[in-house]
């Protein structure tokens, strides 16, 4: 794509409304365009990397068996009475009354929804088990709406729900979405830590939050010293016996503020760490809650009718943008891992016009572009310098840039985005080099 | 897929509340459910087939130069009032109020929105032309909400804006989109007539329907009988002049009974065909009409500030599952052309436990998945009669049968789902052949 035909609104100054820097930076970087409070336009770079990280999440919910449907944003409000949490709610749920008076409302969730999927069409043990899944837009009707995408009240979500004939087989639906999770984060160049949760008023008795760690962090978070990612999670099949794995990820302290108790935390002072974090999964087993309120119930072996044992699991995909940046940028901007970086590289000419320069971008480009890369070229009239801070803030892991100095000396510069290394090639050996980096398929991790 | 392991809720009795043939069909292979009156839950069979559709749609729209775009469901009033549409829009409009007593609405369309968008970032007619697109989510509260997702309330829709600086320049835009979509529509399996459109509320004064015929269908329509597909819409290439093609594919009279006047009509009755048809995009130029109203305006070459020529381009994303089907259908059910299958094709194990017939799917469904086909193995206990009579509902392209009596001869049946001819091959020819008919990329047309 050549900059002077894309849509890219780069923002000069750093917009006030701003609080924290994913926000500021999805802003300056034109990804995305306030509609109301907590409300946003993805334009068409934010988008970019929201769908990359929708695809991702979707690979693993599919590889780890569960089946995606899609259930609608506005739900009538009579399934939430069954369950009984259309009182409970507070004023977050968005209530709506349709043109006949009908009471309905903008899902914040879909427990009731989907489970009057399951009462519906699944009758017998036989069924199961199954995990169904979706990935659609929740409001919340925050308060008060802010962190950007982080804290919206339009937001886009992953959540999967799994139905089993009893807790045994709940407790593996949920190690297989623990695994998936993990799997997850790990390709989404992130360190996510796996932290006991309370249940809360989704109910239930199992419960982890995913935790990233990230100095502008909403929690406060403290984990044994020794916890540390285990790197055979690629490798970890979802046939096997996963009880083993969720195991040796949950076996040392780690929780948020809101479970924490210095006074009954078993770990000594020396050995917990104390760090911020950001939410960015949540998975429960809530057992019959909504399955025996909504009367969900197959027949068992035995042929007794049984209510189902459900768990719910959550990923917010669209708050998942605002945390990877937070976890990765640094003075100049984004940090993209290449695993959702909106381009795979930039080409930056520094001075359009000047032939030998048009001529080296142009071959680069068009070698990126034979070999299947998406990359972003900056064929601009800006300064040099408006150019290289705009392709520093927007963030693709790799730049090759050109000018006439360069360029008179037969070579231009191969910039890594996130060490700042600029290793001088000649344009072919640049091209080459960036497709190499390009090439490699090992996820580079940004916390 | 083994269907043992999938999640296809396939009805046996018919719907009642089904009062037209798709929406019939979509219920009965278990592609959505009933949410509330007009909203539906999308099963993942359903699913699939809306994730095709909208994949074909986005591709056509990104070839054309359009740039994807996100925005949101919920939007704020006051967009509305400044485009005057907030009043004259009646009750179809979902009003709603948050918690801060805001007035916000579930966005049945998106001109106020996408030209907030622009008005904010586009400040030269340097950035022109530019074409934006979404695809998302609309809701629009219908009096009496039927016919399945032919005209539900929350329904998906791709709507694409265009902004020019001039009513010529605004005139390429539309001809690009009247070229996507044709290509849109013959990739589907469709032939959709253009047909020349009143442009009713939105406003404006060039505008075509594309039409696709159907003997359920909710419009009648007129056209000379000369009017047929032209071929060549496949290598048309965007960048062309294309006004000839325009100009050859509206030359002849193409009307609905919306703007068809037998008294006006300049074609003898024995030229004029009257059919009926099904809406399945809407294209319109509107010039300045949103643009001046919300001061949505940019520099132009001589200094001066102009007011950007808009057209808007929809296409009904979820309506197209019911269009396809209600075009392409028979007693037995659905007949998906093969760019839209949920899956490429379908084994029929007739007895599962018999062991030649369990070796013999089993090759065939090995050999189709190791050739990167996505099928779906029917190895349930159910009778033999069920099977194929599911088989033929969800509508496969290509069938492959097998029972004790065929394998125990050495054969199998490869059965096409349109014709319904069935051709006995031995199992090594019959994956061969499968795997020959899924290959050839010709699309096929249904109508």
């Excluded at 043109?99 to 009758?123: A, F, S, W």
Aim: charged share 25%.
């Amino acid at each position: 794509m050549r900059l002077t035909q894309y849509f890219l609104p780069v923002l000069k100054e750093n917009p006030k409304e701003a609080q924290i820097v994913s926000h500021r930076l999805m802003l300056r970087a034109g990804m995305i365009q306030q509609s109301s409070a907590g409300i946003y336009s993805w334009l068409p770079m934010g988008l970019k990397v929201l769908s990359k990280i929708e695809q991702i999440v979707r690979e693993e919910q599919n590889r780890s068996g569960a089946f995606e449907i899609k259930m609608p944003t506005i739900q009538p409000a009579e399934l939430w009475q069954e369950s009984g949490r259309y009182d409970d709610y507070g004023l977050e749920m968005l209530r709506i009354k349709d043109r006949h008076d009908r009471d309905m409302l903008y899902g914040p969730t879909n427990e009731e929804q989907v489970t009057d999927i399951c009462r519906t069409h699944i009758k017998s043990y036989r069924a199961l088990p199954i995990n169904l899944y979706h990935i659609q837009w929740k409001f919340r009707d925050e308060v008060r709406p802010r962190f950007g995408v982080m804290r919206g009240r339009e937001f886009y979500m992953k959540d999967a729900y799994s139905f089993d004939l009893t807790a045994e087989g709940a407790r593996i639906a949920y190690n297989k979405m623990f695994v998936s999770y993990l799997k997850t984060f790990a390709r989404l160049g992130l360190t996510a830590i796996p932290m006991e949760a309370d249940t809360g008023p989704i109910g239930g008795d199992l419960s982890h939050e995913f935790i990233i760690l990230a100095d502008t962090g909403e929690s406060g978070v403290y984990f044994h010293k020794d916890w540390q990612e285990k790197d055979m999670v690629a490798d970890i099949s979802y046939g096997d016996d996963l009880q083993p794995v969720v195991d040796q990820f949950t076996q040392l302290y780690a929780r948020t503020d809101e479970t924490h108790d210095a006074n009954t935390c078993p770990v000594d002072e020396a050995d917990l760490m104390m760090r911020r974090g950001i939410e960015v999964g949540h998975i429960f087993y809530f057992g019959t809650k909504y399955s025996a309120a909504m009367g969900a119930s197959v027949s068992s072996p035995d042929g007794e009718m049984t209510d189902l044992h459900m768990g719910s699991y959550g990923i917010g995909v669209s708050r998942l943008v605002g945390a990877i940046i937070e976890a990765s940028h640094d003075d100049g901007g984004i940090i993209w891992p290449a695993s959702v970086s909106p381009f795979d590289a930039g080409i930056v000419n520094l001075k359009p016009g000047h032939s030998e320069t048009d001529k080296v971008t142009d071959m680069i480009y068009q070698a990126a572009i034979k070999a299947g890369r998406d990359v972003l070229l900056d064929d601009s009239t800006d300064s040099a310098g408006a150019k290289l801070a705009r392709m520093d803030l927007i963030g693709l892991p790799w730049q090759i840039i050109a000018g006439p100095r360069s360029t008179e000396r037969g070579v231009v510069e191969l910039k890594c985005r996130k060490t700042g290394e600029v290793v001088e090639h000649s344009p072919e050996d640049a091209a080459a080099a960036l497709l190499a980096h390009l090439a490699q398929k090992v996820s580079q991790k940004v916390s």
